[in-house]
């Protein structure tokens, strides 16, 4: 019994748990390479950006703002608070780990990604806790094929010219439908209407918020907001 907890906490245990979600790195990435060729990034300039920012939709993002000639600050604000989430999902792990350093505890935060939160998120509901090997598993290898996989798609870039053609552009969102679909199946059916009905509020609450802030704004309130109807109504 103690060699099959320690397994499961393992940090090869957390490369295997991450495996269901390469697919969706490998897809987002290759096509976040050839959009990102199309920009006009070279190489090392997409792989710099992929290494240091390490986002998928703000990757994204700055490469939209890059061809409607934005300036340099706008593009650091908007990914700023479009990536304010990554807090939020940090302080919602973060109790799990305080056994660890403050260095080990910023590791498991600067390679916190939406598709490796939910990942933990699940593991959680299936254990009941997460160990920082798994975590490093998890991380490291989401990391390592998101690199591997935007470097190669900037080469492919090179060959194609107009990536919204092949649907590229929508990968991103693809990818997010199936982490959903794949969070509800792995949950309670008691809880799945409550869920989806969070997910009703978000909706009817960031479409309300747009027509009085910005959309990334209204994004990062509702978020907020939902998350905390979602606390508070939790049984």
Not at 164 to 178: H, N, Q, R, S, Y
Not at 195 to 200: A, E, F, P, Q, V
Request: glycine letters at 8%; charged letters at 10%.
């Amino acid at each position: 019994m103690t060699t099959s907890i320690h397994s499961q906490d393992s940090f090869w245990q957390g490369v295997k748990d991450c495996i269901p979600t390469l697919l969706g790195y490998i897809s987002i990435g290759l096509a976040f390479g050839v959009v990102g060729s199309a920009s006009g990034l070279s190489i090392f300039e997409i792989a710099l950006l992929t290494i240091l920012v390490y986002a998928g939709s703000a990757q994204f993002i700055f490469c939209a703002l890059l061809l409607t000639n934005g300036p340099a600050t706008a593009i650091i604000v908007t990914i700023f608070v479009v990536n304010l989430r990554h807090l939020l999902m940090s302080l919602t792990i973060a109790p799990h780990f305080t056994q660890y350093s403050l260095l080990r505890n910023i590791g498991f935060g600067t390679l916190l990604t939406d598709e490796t939160f939910g990942v933990a998120v699940t593991k959680h509901m299936q254990t009941g806790k997460l160990s920082g090997k798994w975590m490093d598993g998890l991380n490291i290898t989401a990391y390592s094929f998101w690199i591997l996989s935007c470097v190669i798609g900037a080469f492919l870039g090179k060959w194609v010219a107009t990536p919204e053609k092949w649907g590229l552009d929508f990968a991103l969102t693809a990818m997010f439908i199936a982490l959903l679909i794949l969070q509800l199946s792995s949950v309670n059916k008691s809880k799945i209407m409550h869920y989806l009905s969070l997910i009703g509020y978000m909706a009817l609450i960031m479409y309300g918020l747009s027509y009085i802030v910005p959309s990334h704004v209204a994004v990062l309130l509702a978020t907020v907001i939902v998350a905390t109807i979602g606390v508070v109504t939790d049984k």
